[in-house]
């Protein structure tokens, strides 16, 4: 069974084969430049480069396969950003109409979860810490299509909280990588946390907390004119982020014992965050680093999961 997917659902437009659960070609146009000189997405011009990308990758994808060896179209329905969005949902629903194939319009978010098990079986129940831009939720999957949100943010996803983060310091953007570049050469000296917010749900997330400790520290800095250490400053955020993250992953492991557990989303590709995730589970899945931004093999993946039963 060859599974093509569509992901469409920000600001990568992205195309994928899969057969069975073995990955065959996948290619991805990202648009991030375009956005760094805006400090982040913008939604029109992200549709409309999402229109352009996507002719490229139907010529590309003429060259992988002859198109009527295709058994399954898949796409990403939401939730992402309208425009966005409906680029992908009219291709797929003209290639399968066009086929006369079947089409799956799959979740963004349970495509994330799946990622982690690209060319590898699922195993359920699994509890799942979903960490991106836009995102930031923990799932308890007792399968694929019996799922429940157990935590989530109650104000910024953590990947906007590094985004702010980094902007605040002058690092630029996206923020995620900068910062985990400085906190892997500098972690050893700098082992300081911040404050831990507290929420009202045991399970629930507050990054904005922390992003507002660093950002008071920065003025207060530059209003006496104080030099700011952005090295320490980014170092003793991401500590606090990966305490933070390990705090709320063991309260919910000892809560619903799953058989195991999974890292996913953009902040997934973060180096420290990864090396402590590993050592919570014996089942520890992350997805392999060309997985964990916005991609079609993952929907590709979740289109499998839910068609083999």
């Given at each position: 069974?060859?599974?093509?997917?569509?992901?469409?659902?920000?600001d990568?437009?992205?195309?994928?084969?899969?057969?069975?659960?073995?990955?065959?070609?996948?290619?991805?146009?990202?648009?991030?430049?375009?956005?760094?000189?805006?400090?982040?997405?913008?939604?029109e011009?992200?549709?409309?480069?999402?229109?352009?990308?996507?002719?490229?990758?139907?010529?590309?994808?003429?060259?992988?396969?002859?198109?009527?060896r295709i058994?399954?179209?898949?796409?990403?329905?939401?939730?992402?950003?309208?425009?966005?969005?409906?680029?992908?949902?009219?291709?797929?629903?003209?290639?399968?109409?066009?086929?006369?194939?079947?089409?799956?319009?799959?979740?963004?978010?349970?495509?994330?979860?799946?990622?982690?098990?690209?060319?590898?079986?699922?195993?359920?129940?699994s509890?799942?810490?979903?960490?991106?831009?836009g995102?930031?939720q923990?799932?308890?999957?007792?399968?694929?299509?019996?799922?429940?949100?157990?935590?989530?943010?109650?104000?910024?996803?953590?990947?906007?909280?590094?985004?702010?983060?980094?902007?605040?310091?002058?690092?630029?953007?996206?923020?995620?990588?900068?910062?985990?570049?400085?906190?892997?050469?500098?972690?050893k000296?700098?082992?300081?946390?911040?404050?831990?917010?507290?929420?009202?749900?045991?399970?629930d997330?507050?990054?904005?907390?922390?992003?507002?400790?660093?950002?008071?520290?920065?003025?207060?800095?530059?209003?006496v004119?104080?030099?700011?250490?952005?090295?320490?400053?980014?170092?003793?955020?991401?500590?606090?982020?990966?305490?933070?993250?390990?705090?709320?992953?063991?309260?919910?492991i000892?809560?619903?014992?799953?058989?195991?557990?999974?890292?996913?989303?953009?902040?997934s590709?973060?180096?420290?965050?990864r090396?402590?995730?590993?050592?919570?589970?014996?089942?520890?899945?992350?997805p392999?680093?060309?997985?964990?931004?916005?991609?079609?093999?993952m929907?590709a993946?979740?289109?499998?999961?839910?068609?083999?039963?």
């Open positions: 069974m060859i599974i093509f997917a569509i992901e469409s659902s920000h990568d437009t992205s195309f994928a084969l899969m057969e069975n659960n073995k990955p065959i070609w996948m290619k991805t146009i990202s648009q991030i430049e375009v956005h760094k000189k805006y400090g982040g997405t913008v939604p011009i992200a549709s409309r480069l999402h229109t352009l990308n996507i002719g490229k990758l139907i010529e590309e994808l003429k060259t992988q396969i002859n198109l009527f058994d399954v179209v898949a796409y990403t329905k939401g939730p992402g950003l309208i425009g966005s969005l409906h680029v992908g949902y009219v291709i797929a629903n003209s290639l399968a109409l066009y086929l006369n194939k079947p089409i799956l319009p799959l979740n963004h978010l349970d495509g994330h979860f799946m990622s982690a098990f690209v060319g590898k079986d699922a195993i359920f129940p509890l799942a810490l979903i960490v991106s831009g995102h930031s923990m799932v308890y999957y007792k399968s694929v299509d019996d799922a429940k949100i157990v935590g989530e943010t109650q104000d910024d996803a953590v990947g906007e909280a590094y985004d702010k983060v980094a902007r605040k310091l002058g690092l630029g953007f996206p923020g995620g990588n900068l910062i985990d570049k400085i906190w892997i050469t500098n972690n000296k700098y082992t300081n946390t911040m404050t831990i917010p507290k929420t009202e749900g045991e399970l997330f507050s990054f904005s907390g922390i992003k507002t400790q660093i950002t008071n520290e920065v003025n207060s800095c530059e209003m004119k104080k030099a700011i250490d952005k090295k320490q400053l980014a170092t003793e955020f991401q500590n606090t982020i990966i305490k933070y993250l390990k705090n709320k992953m063991e309260l919910a000892a809560k619903y014992k799953p058989k195991s557990i999974v890292l996913c989303g953009g902040v590709a973060n180096k420290g965050i090396k402590m995730f590993e050592q919570l589970h014996e089942n520890a899945f992350i392999d680093m060309e997985y964990t931004t916005d991609n079609a093999m929907i993946r979740l289109a499998y999961e839910k068609i083999k039963k």
